[in-house]
């Protein structure tokens, strides 16, 4: 069975997941994504990394966009259905998509997704994805590519309380196939120092916030 074919997600996985949305704003699954689609997705990260072919990540948009290391120290490349991989991971991410409108009418236009690399000692510090009338972003995933992490590999996800940010409400090991959904408004998470390379996808499902003729214009 070829990864256009074969299932991306854990059986049953969808709805437990429109679920845990719905009840606590946040979801995690342990191997919810195909072993081999994340193998795929992982040697292509790695090459780019070992090729240069990566840009570091900033913080903010449009004119407000800058660089922090203290802040966020990964490097990252949009996904642009260059492989049969990228291709099979953005069409899971279509029928994430699709669910999540028919179960919540959350009227999600599109999604965008990068590569994310941290080096040994990369964080990035606790923040939210989008604030309340200022973007377009949603909700948020987070896919991870890691075969074999080790418990004290580091570069585990925290996330916290949407009504309380200083109380930590789960912990996700960066380990191939776990995956992480969550409302990208309201629930503060970071990506703890990491001790080894860590790879991952971080995408946005977006609603269509058109202003004079321009789609998402930067805000």
């Known amino acids: 069975m070829s990864l256009l074919t074969r299932p991306a997600f854990a059986a049953n996985a969808l709805p437990q997941l429109v679920d845990a949305l719905v009840e606590k704003g946040w979801f995690v699954g342990e191997g919810f994504l195909d072993a081999e689609l994340c193998q795929e997705l992982h040697r292509e990260l790695m090459e780019m990394a070992e090729r240069d072919a990566l840009a570091a990540a900033g913080i903010g948009r ?8 203290d802040i ?3 490097a990252i490349r949009w996904l642009d ?3 049969l991989a990228q291709r099979r991971y953005l069409e899971a991410m279509g029928e994430l998509q699709r669910e999540l409108n028919q179960a919540l009418f959350l009227g999600l236009f599109e999604y965008e997704a990068h590569f994310a690399h ?9 923040h939210l994805d989008s604030f309340r009338g200022r973007a377009n972003r949603v909700v948020s995933t987070v896919g991870y590519l890691n075969p074999d992490w080790p418990a004290d590999g580091g570069g585990e996800m925290a996330i916290f309380a949407a009504d309380e940010p200083e109380r930590e409400v789960a912990r996700v090991r960066p380990e191939a196939g776990n995956f992480a959904c969550f409302l990208a408004e309201t629930v503060p998470h970071e990506v703890l120092p990491t001790r080894l390379p860590r790879a991952s996808i ?18």
């Open 202 to 219: 971080a995408g946005w499902f977006r609603r269509n916030a058109s202003l004079g003729g321009l789609v998402d214009p930067a805000r």
């Open 62 to 69: 449009g004119d407000e966009h800058q660089l922090r290391r």
């Open 72 to 74: 966020r120290g990964d």
């Open 118 to 126: 941290y080096p040994p000692g990369a964080f990035y510090k606790k």
């Open 81 to 83: 259905r260059e492989s």
